[in-house]
């Protein structure tokens, strides 16, 4: 399982937003991503899922090419958007064997109830998206991403205005899938980044500026503020 991204470039108009970006992942990877507003976050996550395509650069999802196989690899990837966008007036269930149909699953209502399971929303399935809570409507995010079983994560802003209960319980639940899939993980919260994950990312200004194992960055700096601040500032 790997996730190859080489050189890979974009602008909008005269802006750079991405400048020979590259860097590889592996099975068990869940990478904190990180960088200032504006540094290219956003703009890398739609290039990998094929949302739109970069102006030079190649990325490949266990040796397939995106650009050239572009039905087959999105169909490797589950991506939760920082907005979330859901159909807030299904039930959950509704919601969840929707997006399984999309993908034309095999079996569809038992991998529908596994995934139910596994970010545990056996309790809320009976219940329209808009009465649940942020987290649980989270979990219904990283749900909708996941029910397909796809080898690669993409998670844009997973624990924005999570309560700390919330934070804890989603923190959890990527750790446990982050052991099978590779995960990458954009966030603002960077207190929350040694605690889920193993391997470090950070970009500005559309370059990347460091990128390592967790436990060698603390081993550079204790202080992940302080070493964020140092190289995006």
């Known amino acids: 399982m790997s996730l190859e991204i080489k050189k ?3 602008k909008y108009g005269d802006q750079d937003a991405l400048i020979d970006v590259s860097f590889s992942l592996k099975k068990g990877d ?4 990180l960088g200032p507003n504006g540094a290219g976050k956003t703009t890398l996550m739609k290039i990998i899922t094929s949302i739109i395509k970069p102006d030079s650069g190649d990325i490949t999802i266990n040796g397939y090419d995106t650009q050239k ?3 087959s690899t999105k169909r490797q990837i589950g991506y939760l958007a920082e907005n979330n966008p859901l159909y807030k007036d299904m039930l959950v269930t509704e ?7 999309l993908y034309e699953i095999e079996n ?9 399971k596994k970010t545990g929303l056996e309790s809320e399935i009976k219940k329209k998206i808009e009465e649940l809570s942020k987290g649980y409507k989270q979990r219904v995010g990283i749900a909708a991403a996941l029910v397909h079983d796809p080898n690669v994560l993409i998670l844009d802003e997973p624990t924005t205005g999570l309560d700390p209960n919330q934070l804890i319980e989603i923190r959890k639940l990527i750790q446990e899938i982050g052991q099978e899939k590779i995960v990458l993980l954009s966030t603002h919260i960077l207190q929350e980044i040694p605690k889920i994950c193993n391997h470090i990312i950070i970009i500005n200004k559309g370059r990347i500026v460091e990128n390592t194992r967790m436990q060698n960055l603390i081993k550079k700096s204790n202080n992940l503020e302080d070493h964020f601040q140092k190289l995006t500032a």
Do not use: C, Q, R, T
């Open 95 to 101: 919601y969840l064997d929707f997006i399984a149909s």
């Open 30 to 33: 869940i990478v904190g991503f």
């Open 8 to 10: 890979i470039n974009k």
């Open 108 to 116: 569809k209502k038992d991998k529908v109830k596994e995934i139910i």
């Open 69 to 71: 196989n572009e039905i």
